[in-house]
């Protein structure tokens, strides 16, 4: 069984692997094996990789399954202690997996960890996509050290102490083999987005810790596959953090959660619509809402399994909500930054 291993999920991303693939072979070949996983691409990835690539070991996979299930079944064919989920638009650093590696071996309490997640193409500033570690606050909003909404910081080393974190990017996300698969992987139904999210709520809820250790930096180009602005990507958004919250929610706030977060999508579509002349994000928010609603009875059974870990009385350390309204702090308060926030 190998110590570490690299997943690198790809699908008709030969450009990307050319360009990114070099980086994280120099710089983490001595401390891991590296595979791709192919999600059935239709250009010549895996023709690529057999032929300037070939001790990287390739998991060929039958059909595109997308973010979430794509990962679930190449994994299940990885043997390993750590899992590193990796975009194929990430440029690694030297020596980028030795902090983290060491301070997941010494603290057997942390499930997953990220790196520090600078822009590619502005790399003074942080990445939008998880940026120092993330957080959720009451009503389910995602923000992270370094980005609230579009608000993007420039990194001058303030977050650059190591912080327990309610969630790590799935863009790079280091995680216990035997956590991953304990708490069930990432959900299949998401497709993806939010789906990173969804499984380290899941690990808090458990018991476990979620860290960003900025020792070790990364840089991500973002947006490869759905760009940001896309209707599709906008509805998976909505779709995958509705069921999020339901899935994992205590009892006790779930109907109050849903019915503010009801009020808030519907005022979001009409700004959409109104202010930014979006009708096709507009659209996408309605039926974001119709299909969550639709396919809810599906997740009565993984809520109540989520719900479990709670009653177990496992979840003393977790990091979930932050206490506050995070559209209220940056619409209302002009709290723009992870440093103004009332946490």
């Known amino acids: ?35 791709v996983a192919d999600n059935a691409s239709s250009d010549d990835s895996i023709a690529f990789l057999e032929k300037h690539h070939p001790d990287v070991r390739v998991l060929p996979l039958d059909r595109n ?24 638009d990430i440029e690694v650093t030297p020596h980028w997996l030795t902090p983290i590696v060491a301070f997941m071996d010494n603290h057997p309490d942390v499930a997953a960890c990220q790196p520090k997640l600078l822009s590619l193409t502005n790399r003074e ?15 389910g909003y995602p923000f992270c050290r370094g980005r609230v909404f579009d608000t993007v910081e420039k990194d001058n080393g303030q977050y650059d102490e190591p912080m327990q974190v309610m969630w790590a990017t799935g863009a790079c996300l280091v995680i216990r083999a035997n956590d991953y698969f304990m708490a069930g992987g990432l959900d299949a139904e998401f497709f993806a987005h939010n789906e990173e999210i969804d499984l380290c709520w899941r690990l808090n809820i458990m018991g476990k810790k979620v860290f960003c250790l900025p020792e070790s930096h990364v840089y ?9 602005g896309n209707p599709k990507k906008t509805f998976l958004n909505f779709r995958n953090n509705l069921t999020m919250l339901y899935k994992n929610l205590p009892e006790k706030d779930l109907r109050r959660v849903m019915r503010w977060r009801r009020f808030l999508d519907y005022l979001a ?14 659209k996408a928010i309605f039926q974001a809402r119709r299909a969550f609603k639709k396919w809810k009875p599906r997740f009565k059974d993984e ?20 206490p506050m309204a995070i559209v209220w702090q940056y619409h209302f308060r002009r709290r723009r930054t992870f440093e103004q926030l009332p946490i």
């Open 1 to 35: 069984m190998d110590k570490v291993a690299i997943v690198i999920l790809n699908w008709n991303g030969r450009k990307m692997l050319q360009q990114y693939l070099p980086s994280v072979l120099e710089h983490s070949s001595k401390e891991a094996v590296v595979y």
């Open 269 to 282: 579509a009409f700004e959409t619509l109104v202010v930014n002349g979006n009708w096709a994000d507009c």
């Open 220 to 228: 991500h180009l973002g947006g490869g596959t759905l760009p940001k």
């Open 303 to 322: 809520r109540q399994r989520i719900q479990s870990f709670r009653e177990q009385g496992n979840s003393y350390a977790a990091v979930e909500r932050i």
């Open 65 to 88: 399954w997308g973010f979430a299930e794509g990962y679930n079944k190449a994994l299940r064919q990885v043997e390993a202690k750590y899992f590193v989920l990796l975009n194929s």
């Open 125 to 139: 500033y942080f990445e939008y996509a998880g940026a120092a570690g993330g957080f959720i606050d009451s009503l």
